[in-house]
């Protein structure tokens, strides 16, 4: 039986044309990105957006990738970028979302979690970026520097100002 | 020993065991010795449980997005054409890849010959599902690259549109 493969294999895969491994690729990160964006976006019908950009960039650029970063974290930074330029256009008023953001089902979550999942909406963007990097990806500091394309050291304020202001939303 | 404030600062990373064992072992030590740290850990172990709870890609979303992306790299062909019969036959294919937009095979007993239009070096031959629509999902329409119906035209929508304008005429 073959083993399974290792996303640095796929992606090598994807470089010389492969489509089986770019679907594989594609079902093993759709979900990571697609909750990256919405984490920023807020809007499931953007964050589809993001992810369609996102893994036609992977197909196009799969030789670009040279291993200096895991391939996740070489993924989630095209989709920051694909994301973050989908938000300059947002407000520049080029378009609008057509549904309102929907809502978690309370009877479906936690108290908790819908007060959390509520208070981590009121934050900017950059600041629920870090947030679900940090707590959902469970990325360490580099990482989630490498993604974000800013210091360490700016991941540490922007994870110290979010936790502030939820404090202040929570408490 | 750690300052509060160098702890407070890397307690996320502490509370997802993302840290460096020397960091960490000194976190500790200090939340031994430190009420108002360990009620700030209790606050980011509340936050961390509280994140997430988006709900992720759907199969229909994987599968919806998927068919987009394989049009707009020009895996899958957004026109295709038969002529022919199961036995031998020829198919045309129209992409949206700007160096070989049309691709041609000749079908004989049931396998693909390609013509026209050269896979990359290396790559395998392409499986039913990628080279066209599967049964179970058959294409979109190209308005579906909208991505709600309704919504107003954007830059990114009025590329995809012109990149799948053809498929307009005749769609497999």
């Not at chain 1, 093993?28 to 036609?56: G, I, K, Y």
Request: aromatic letters at 4%; a positive charge.
């Amino acid at each position: 039986m073959r083993g399974v493969k290792t996303d640095e294999a796929l992606l090598r895969a994807v470089a010389r044309g492969d489509r089986v491994a770019f679907r594989e690729l594609y079902e093993r990160h759709a979900d990571r990105v697609f909750r990256f964006a919405l984490s920023f976006l807020r809007a499931p019908h953007l964050a589809e957006e993001v992810l369609q950009e996102t893994m036609v960039a992977v197909w196009k650029n799969a030789d670009r990738f040279k291993g200096a970063s895991k391939v996740t974290t070489w993924i989630l930074g095209i989709a920051k970028n694909q994301g973050h330029a989908l938000l300059r256009r947002e407000v520049r008023g080029a378009r609008t979302p057509d549904d309102p953001v929907s809502e978690p089902d309370p009877a479906e979550t936690t108290e908790l979690c819908v007060r959390v999942e509520d208070a981590v909406a009121t934050l900017p963007a950059h600041l629920r970026e870090v947030l679900h990097l940090v707590f959902y990806e469970e990325m360490t500091l580099g990482e989630a520097a490498a993604v974000l394309g800013i210091p360490e050291g700016t991941v540490k304020s922007r994870m110290f100002h979010a936790r502030k202001a939820l404090a202040k939303v929570l408490t | 020993m750690m300052t509060c404030e160098a702890v407070l600062e890397l307690l996320p990373w502490y509370a997802t065991g993302k840290l460096g064992a020397e960091d960490a072992a000194a976190i500790a030590e200090h939340l031994r010795g430190c009420d108002a740290c360990r009620l700030e850990l209790a606050a980011v172990l509340r936050l961390r449980h509280g994140v997430s709870g988006d709900e992720g890609a759907t199969e229909p979303v994987r599968e919806r997005v998927w068919r987009r992306v394989t049009v707009q790299a020009g895996i899958r062909d957004i026109a295709q054409i038969d002529v022919g019969s199961l036995a031998i036959g020829l198919r045309l294919g129209l992409n949206a890849r700007r160096s070989t937009p049309v691709r041609a095979s000749l079908r004989v007993m049931g396998r693909q010959v390609r013509i026209v239009g050269a896979k990359r070096q290396g790559a395998p031959d392409e499986p039913e599902e990628a080279s066209g629509p599967s049964r179970l999902h058959p294409p979109e329409p190209p308005q579906t690259f909208c991505a709600r119906q309704g919504s107003r035209r954007t830059p990114f929508a009025e590329r995809s549109r012109i990149a799948a304008g053809t498929s307009r005429t005749r769609t497999r």
